[in-house]
């Protein structure tokens, strides 16, 4: 996430940095830096770190997403996940990502 962070606030020079579109709809939910995701057909596009990233980043709070500087970013991104339960079950529901239930973790080994 500090990444994401980094490539929205423009730290790294725009000609390498990976290109996040911004969400053009009015929803009321999540912050006011909502990136978009796209619809993949493919593994590639799919599992690409542009497309991993944008429901955990769309979930964030807006307290969170607007901040001057990294250092105050890493405290609050820390704070807000504090509360979550993915950090000790990670069967659990990340809040914003949708439902885990569907994998089905006896089965995957």
């Known amino acids: 996430m500090i990444e994401v962070y980094k490539i929205i606030n423009q730290k790294y020079d725009c000609a390498v940095a990976p290109k996040l579109i911004f969400n053009p709809s009015s929803v009321t939910r999540g912050n006011n830096y909502r990136l978009f995701k796209h619809r993949c057909h493919y593994d590639l596009r799919k599992f690409s770190f542009t497309n991993r990233i944008v429901n955990i980043w769309n979930s964030l709070s807006n307290n969170v997403v607007e ?21 000790y079950d990670f069967t659990a529901e990340l809040t914003g990502t949708g439902d885990r239930s569907e994998y089905d973790i006896e089965n995957y080994y």
């Open 67 to 87: 901040v001057d500087t990294v250092d105050k970013f890493k405290l609050r991104l820390d704070k807000f996940w504090m509360y979550q339960d993915i950090k």
